[in-house]
């Protein structure tokens, strides 16, 4: 983990009262995750405990304390998308990329996460990939998104 | 346009002297495109649709009067992208890039309409050539989302040519901030976040208690699955959220502002930032406030994703960088002891949008437009399985009949309707004998659901109730943030069983157990969380009981849903050996061959459905069966 970008956060922010989840945030865009180091020396400038930083990271879905993959793939599972078969988009797109919800591709190129609700209900079912929404979704056009993913369905021919 | 002629921003009154310069020079831009750039026609394509525009009007080159804006969101998602084209507001659906080069030399040029790109009644095949025109919008009554889709959420010149900031300019040269209080508390506005508590008495106790500083929270963490009418405002016109939390700074004696916005909304708090820097660049915003020597700033805190944060207390936690932990019983109301322990109005997106138009045209003028006490309007977002989904609009005491059946287009599919769904995880499911219910916050409490922010999800009979419940158990005992020992292990014996049942492993006092649980998290909760979530439990035992029953006894999922009691068979006697479902099956459960009827291997099979659906219907060859029947 490269610490200047880190360093230069932490003067950012210096002084700033209640400013941990915001430093989490700008910490987690430049690495991409939470690294374990990071914390660590977060707790150290606000002079907070340690259990104390990582209660608040641990609390909020959107931090991730793991390294995730190039691409990440979101899979809503708010209530529409749910009865408009959520469930079976999750399921393709689990199958297609050899990964489980949570989990990301050996070659760190997919990460696969569950969403409670995008706010695209009229759309639904709806699956992000990075920053494009793709809407309307149907198991066949999953298969065709991720037709290069590593596990190509291991078509028996 | 000539910028050494347009006024100044110094005094309330040049408010409405900018309003009418810009109305003024407003002809030479009336022939606009104005295409929906919000969160759902973007992700349809609105932004490409939008520079199609700009191109083909350059390369066309035929008048230079022609303006192409974006707006924000019109509230009819299903539909998108939309484009309201030329001087007589051409209302166009599903707009594609390749539509573009055709409305532009037909509709800007010629005057025409293009038949093919309005949007058709499914019921009568009539097109609708204006907004106004089809029945979507018709039935609403549109107060909060007033601009939104008409108005470019980036200009504020275009909010205020659309009356916007007049209220504030009111607020600040005419009212005090009692009288202020005085005409919201009139009004009767009612938290809009799904509590109702009247939004003049919060003002009013934060405005009498005592603080160094105060504060005015904007709670536009929409963590309610199924709702998105919050992000739509911010999107669509964030200007009247910040003029909203200007008049209640004033009102209550706050200086400070904080918009707490989820981190899945990124368009929203684009929006908001530059809404922020324009009205601080036109002073309405920042120190001396049209000369008034009032203060007022506002900053956006990105939430991290928690749905308890939608709590009071919980919010304030988690502006301040903590843990969203709704603080312990007996606690404080967050407008006396809120954000650094100092009064703190709390208000939801939908009621500070609602602000300026009350301040503007009066109490009397909003409270007429509902019922008694439940004034003004509601915005609902209407999704699921009903035809016309997107943002509805309508007064307080209309009932549910007229906004599923009248606004929605009623069912997809034409099939039967089973139940529809209010407030999200915290509100329950009213099956189809209540639906002349009226909209009001306690009809629907006594029905066994809740107003809730505004989601409503309409189901069809393809959808179980149990499904629905696990569902929804799931959702809370993973938000459950787990200071209550009720909730943290109540929620997550409730979706045990919950489990159980839709699995087919349901015993017979499974339903017993899930009303005593049901009633001991609800009481045993602090906040709004805990105490809520047994109402999607409750309400579908209460009226779909039989389902449930079904599920324990007979293992049967009459709505085939439940995964782990039905099964897909291919008929043999029907199948083509077409290969489509075997092609189309994710998992290549699908066995045989051309020539070959096609068979499915059950182990592999992840009961998606897809086969089905892709069977042509002549053939009829796939089955879905639940029961006895799917077990032999």
């Given at each position: 983990m490269p610490e200047a970008p880190l360093r230069k956060i932490l003067e950012v922010f210096q002084?700033?009262?209640?400013?941990l989840i915001a430093i989490l945030q700008r910490v987690q865009e430049e690495y991409g995750y939470l690294p374990q180091e990071a914390l660590a020396e977060i707790a150290a400038s606000l002079k907070l405990p340690a259990s104390h930083v990582f209660s608040v990271a641990t609390f909020?879905?959107?931090?991730?304390l793991k390294r995730r993959g190039d691409h990440v793939v979101r899979v809503c599972q708010g209530t529409a998308c749910h009865v408009r078969g959520a469930r079976n988009i999750m399921e393709t797109a689990e199958h297609r990329l050899g990964i489980k919800t949570g989990e990301t591709t050996e070659d760190y190129r997919y990460s696969l996460e569950r969403v409670a609700?995008?706010?695209?209900c009229a759309l639904a079912p709806i699956m992000m990939v990075d920053d494009t929404m793709h809407v309307h979704m149907t198991t066949k056009r999953v298969t065709e998104i991720f037709a290069d993913a590593k596990n190509e369905g291991k078509k028996e021919s | 346009m000539a910028p050494r002629n347009k006024p100044e921003i110094k005094t309330p009154e040049d408010i409405n002297r900018l309003r009418e310069f810009l109305r003024a020079e407003e002809p030479t831009y009336v022939n606009t495109v104005a295409v929906c750039c919000g969160t759902g026609c973007l992700a349809s394509g609105g932004h490409d649709v939008k520079e199609a525009f700009n191109r083909e009007i350059a390369e066309q080159a035929?008048?230079?009067?022609i303006v192409v804006k974006k707006s924000g969101c019109?509230?009819?998602?299903?539909?998108?992208?939309i484009a309201v084209v030329g001087l007589d507001n051409i209302f166009y659906c599903r707009v594609t890039t390749d539509d573009v080069p055709e409305i532009v030399a037909?509709?800007?040029?010629?005057?025409?309409?293009?038949?093919?790109?309005l949007w058709e009644?499914?019921?009568?095949g009539d097109r609708c050539?204006?907004?106004?025109?089809i029945p979507f919008y018709k039935r609403q009554g549109r107060l909060?989302?007033?601009n939104c889709g008409h108005i470019?959420?980036?200009?504020i010149e275009d909010y205020i040519r659309f009356d916007g900031y007049q209220a504030l300019a009111k607020t600040l040269s005419d009212l005090s901030p009692e009288t202020v209080i005085s005409t919201i508390k009139e009004s009767g506005l009612r938290g809009r976040?799904?509590?109702?508590?009247p939004t003049g008495r919060k003002w009013e106790s934060s405005r009498n208690a005592s603080g160094d500083e105060k504060y005015i929270i904007c709670n536009?963490?929409?963590?309610?699955?199924?709702?998105f009418m919050d992000r739509s405002v911010m999107e669509g016109d964030p200007q009247s959220v910040l003029e909203g939390m200007i008049i209640a700074g004033y009102a209550v004696g706050a200086h400070k502002g904080v918009i707490y916005v989820r981190a899945e909304y990124p368009l929203a708090i684009r929006h908001l930032s530059t809404a922020i820097a324009q009205a601080t660049d036109l002073g309405l915003?920042?120190?001396n406030i049209l000369g008034t020597g009032f203060d007022f700033e506002i900053k956006i805190v990105k939430g991290?994703?928690?749905?308890?944060?939608?709590?009071s207390t919980a919010l304030v936690m988690s502006v301040e960088g903590k843990r969203g932990f709704p603080k312990p019983l007996p606690r404080p109301n967050t407008s006396i002891?809120?954000?650094?322990?100092m009064p703190t109005v709390l208000n939801n997106v939908e009621t500070l949008a609602c602000v300026p138009p009350i301040i503007q045209k009066g109490a009397k003028w909003f409270k007429a437009l509902g019922t008694e006490g439940n004034a003004g309007t509601k915005v609902f977002a209407l999704s699921g399985h009903v035809k016309n989904t997107g943002l509805v609009e309508v007064p307080m005491g209309t009932t549910l009949r007229e906004i599923i059946?009248?606004?929605?287009?009623?069912?997809r599919q034409d099939r039967a309707f089973k139940a529809v769904q209010t407030g999200g995880p915290s509100g329950g499911c009213i099956p189809e004998?209540?639906?002349?219910?009226?909209?009001e916050y306690e009809s629907l409490a006594k029905a066994g659901s809740i107003m809730g922010s505004g989601g409503m999800l309409v189901m069809d009979e393809s959808t179980c109730m149990v499904n629905m419940a696990r569902y929804f158990l799931d959702f809370a005992q993973n938000e459950?943030?787990?200071?209550c020992t009720l909730c943290r292990l109540g929620t997550r014996q409730m979706f045990e069983i919950l489990k159980d049942i839709t699995e087919?492993?349901?015993?017979?006092?499974d339903i017993t157990v899930l009303l005593e649980l049901a009633e001991a998290v609800g009481k045993g909760s602090i906040c709004g969380l805990g105490q809520t979530v047994p109402n999607p439990v409750l309400s579908t035992i209460r009226y779909f009981r039989e389902e449930y029953e079904e599920h324990i006894h007979?293992?049967?999922c009459r709505a085939l849903v439940c995964r782990e009691l039905i099964s897909y068979r291919i008929k043999e006697y029907r199948c083509?050996?077409?290969m489509l479902c075997l092609k189309a099956c994710p998992v290549n459960a699908v066995i045989g061959a051309k020539w070959q009827a096609h068979e499915i291997d059950q182990s592999k099979c992840?009961?998606?459905g897809t086969c089905m659906t892709v069977c042509p219907p002549k053939f009829n060859a796939i089955e879905c069966v639940s029961g006895v029947e799917a077990s032999k």
């Open positions: 002084g700033r009262k209640g400013a909020y879905a959107r931090f991730y609700c995008m706010g695209s | 035929v008048r230079e009067d019109r509230g009819f998602c299903e539909c998108g992208p037909e509709t800007l040029i010629n005057g025409k309409t293009v038949e093919r790109l009644d499914p019921a009568t050539v204006h907004e106004a025109d909060v989302l007033r470019d959420p980036t200009n976040g799904g509590a109702g508590f536009g963490d929409e963590g309610d699955p199924g709702a915003l920042g120190p991290a994703g928690a749905f308890v944060c939608g709590e002891v809120g954000l650094w322990g059946f009248g606004i929605g287009g009623g069912v004998h209540l639906l002349d219910l009226p909209v459950s943030c787990g200071q087919g492993r349901g015993r017979p006092d007979e293992k049967r083509k050996a077409c992840i009961k998606c």
